[in-house]
């Protein structure tokens, strides 16, 4: 039984293993810490602007607005030619 379990112990042989799902699932990941970032950064900054410097809810919302349209100029893949 040990001698059975041992040997499909060493049946793997490396850079054989498929990794296509990994791959899309970490490319996935960056994609949503990407965008999940660019959120966070206006909504910090529209409740920065609207509380600690005083100016009020409509500046702190087109500053956070104006920070989402760059940001997702800036942040958006380009297409690849191969899709």
Request: hydrophobic share 55%; proline share 0%; glycine share 8%.
């Amino acid at each position: 039984m040990a001698d059975q379990h041992a040997e499909t112990a060493h049946d793997h042989v490396h850079g054989k293993m498929e990794t296509s799902a990994q791959s899309s699932m970490y490319l996935l990941f960056l994609e949503m810490v990407k965008w999940c970032s660019l959120s966070m950064a206006a909504l910090i900054l529209m409740l920065v602007v609207w509380f600690a410097v005083g100016a009020g809810f409509i500046a702190g919302f087109v500053s956070a607005a104006v920070v989402s349209v760059v940001g997702f100029f800036a942040l958006r893949g380009k297409k690849s030619e191969q899709h």
